[in-house]
């Protein structure tokens, strides 16, 4: 989880960066305040639409993991059942075995307790 944590600092920091770099560099261009103002607008504008186009993106990517997370949970709750029912058959089974081993040996008991 620190591994996720630390890249997200770092993206962070590097797009306050980016944006940092992006103002001093149109602060201190050779150009008028109404042309410096202008591509500030553009770039703002530019920026907002590739946020929005990549927020987009994240999120049909965490549909889209939440949607293999809930389908591959359903397979194993599937096989789990699955393998419950199993194991509830073997132990019936064994239940049974054990029963009339039991059965067996008292009916052997009874017949030798008889005889003698």
């Given at each position: 989880?620190?591994?996720?944590?630390?890249?997200?600092?770092?993206l962070v920091g590097?797009?306050?960066?980016?944006?940092?770099?992006?103002?001093?560099?149109?602060?201190?261009?050779?150009?008028?305040?109404?042309?410096?103002?202008?591509?500030?607008?553009?770039?703002?504008?530019e920026l907002r639409?590739?946020?929005?186009?990549?927020?987009?993106?994240?999120?049909?990517?965490?549909?889209?993991?939440?949607?293999?997370?809930?389908?591959?949970?359903?397979?194993?709750?599937?096989?789990?059942?699955?393998?419950?029912?199993?194991?509830?058959?073997?132990?019936?089974?064994?239940?049974?075995?054990?029963?009339?081993?039991?059965?067996?040996?008292?009916?052997?008991?009874?017949?030798?307790?008889?005889?003698?």
């Amino acid at each position: 989880m620190s591994e996720r944590d630390e890249f997200g600092a770092f993206l962070v920091g590097f797009i306050v960066g980016g944006l940092t770099g992006a103002v001093v560099a149109l602060l201190f261009a050779p150009q008028s305040g109404e042309e410096t103002r202008a591509l500030i607008k553009d770039k703002s504008i530019e920026l907002r639409d590739k946020a929005q186009v990549t927020t987009e993106e994240a999120l049909a990517r965490a549909e889209q993991l939440a949607a293999d997370a809930r389908l591959r949970a359903e397979e194993l709750t599937k096989e789990a059942r699955t393998r419950a029912a199993e194991l509830a058959s073997e132990v019936r089974e064994r239940g049974k075995s054990a029963v009339e081993a039991v059965r067996k040996t008292k009916k052997s008991d009874g017949n030798s307790e008889a005889s003698a």
